[in-house]
Every structure is written in C-alpha cells, then in structure tokens.
C-alpha cells in the first residue's frame, strides 16, 4: 500500500517538475469550479421564477446536468490538453535537438493532460453537487424548498467570493474586491440567462 502511494506521489512531483503542473491545476480548477457553480445555481433561479421549483425537479435537472459535465470536462479538456502538451514536446525536441520519445518528459507531459481532465470534472461536479445539496435535504424532507433556495443561494455566493479571491491571490489582488467581483459576474449570467428563459418562456 505504502509502496504504491509513494509511486504516485513520485509520478505526480515528476509531472509538476517537467510539466510545470500547477499552472494548469490552478486554471482549471477555478474556471471549472466557476462554471458549475454558474450553472446549477442558474438552472435553479431558472425554475425556481419559473414556476418549477420542486425539489424533485431540481435535483433531477441537476444531476443530469453534473453528468453531462464530467464527461464533457472529462473527454474535451483531455483532447485539448493532450494536443498542447503534444505541442511543447515538439517545442522541447526542437529544443534539444533530439527525440524525447518514451522518456519520463514526455510520460509526465501526457499525464498532465490525463490529470488536467480529471481536475476539470472534479471541480466542477463538486461545486455544483455544493449548490445543488440543499435541495437534496428538500427531497428527503430536512428542509422546506424556500430554505433550500436560500441556502442554494447562498453556497453560490460563497463559492464564487471563494473563487474570485483565490484567483485575485494569485494576480495579487485585494481578495475582498476580486471575490467581490466574482459574484456580480456570476450574478450577472444567471440575470441575463434568466432573462432570455423568461422572454422564450412567453415570446
């Protein structure tokens, strides 16, 4: 058991060292998180003013929702980080002047795309099963669904402050103003996303 937990641990440092890893954990860690978050919290305004707010409505959109995210997350980032990882090892062969075929570069290079996959799906199926929780206790019965609506609310809202100052932490920005900002920008395109339900709703 040890031995193979210090042969991933060993993996995952190697693919940090060549791959320069935590770039891309930070990226796609927040911009996943944020889209989740964005859109189980959007879905939920949706039908809550619309009309359809049952707990049992909610969480069945919402977990078809979160399915369809992961594989997407999952399959797309996978494509797309494979074919730029693919690019920098021929940025590293040029470089070198040799092939780094079958060499623990391009192995911790791919992995990286593996991972980065892995990253996207986590991130957002968590922080949207984080909004979407409160109305999972509706459906059993913890709480009423005007409760859960507020507390669906205000995870979002924690979630995305969380989001906005992690990233303003790493630009060195003042935390408060960029988790602030973070939650008028995911306030803004549930508005907007609410909106255009309404208009077709009755267009």
Same mark, same amino acid.
């Given at each position: 058991m040890f031995e193979l937990l210090y042969k991933i641990f060993s993996k995952l440092l190697k693919t940090v060292e060549y791959a320069k890893f935590l770039e891309y954990f930070r990226r796609? #860690?927040? =911009?996943?998180? !944020?889209?989740?978050?964005?859109? @189980?919290? +959007?879905? =939920?305004? +949706?039908?809550? #003013? *619309?009309g359809a707010g049952e707990p049992s409505h909610v969480v069945s959109s919402g977990v078809g929702a979160i399915i369809a995210m992961v594989f997407s997350g999952l399959s797309s980032t996978y494509m797309i980080e494979l074919a730029e990882q693919k690019r920098k090892l021929r940025e590293i062969e040029e470089a070198m002047l040799m092939k780094i075929d079958n060499t623990e570069i391009e192995k911790a290079h791919k992995r990286a795309a593996l991972i980065s996959a892995f990253i996207d799906s986590f991130s957002s199926s968590l922080s949207s099963l984080l909004v979407l929780s409160p109305y999972v206790m509706a459906l059993i019965k913890i709480i009423d669904c005007n409760t859960a609506f507020i507390y669906s609310t205000l995870i979002a809202f924690i979630l995305l402050f969380w989001l +906005?100052? !992690?990233?303003?932490? &790493?630009?060195?920005?003042?935390?408060?103003?960029?988790?602030?900002?973070? &939650?008028?920008?995911? %306030? %803004? @395109?549930?508005? =907007?996303?609410?909106? =255009?339900? *309404?208009?077709?709703? !009755?267009s």
């Open positions: 796609y #860690f927040a =911009i996943n998180a !944020f889209d989740g978050t964005i859109t @189980i919290w +959007g879905m =939920i305004v +949706g039908v809550r #003013f *619309l +906005g100052a !992690f990233l303003g932490k &790493i630009a060195e920005e003042r935390l408060v103003l960029s988790g602030v900002k973070a &939650i008028c920008i995911g %306030g %803004g @395109i549930v508005l =907007i996303t609410y909106l =255009i339900n *309404l208009f077709t709703k !009755f």
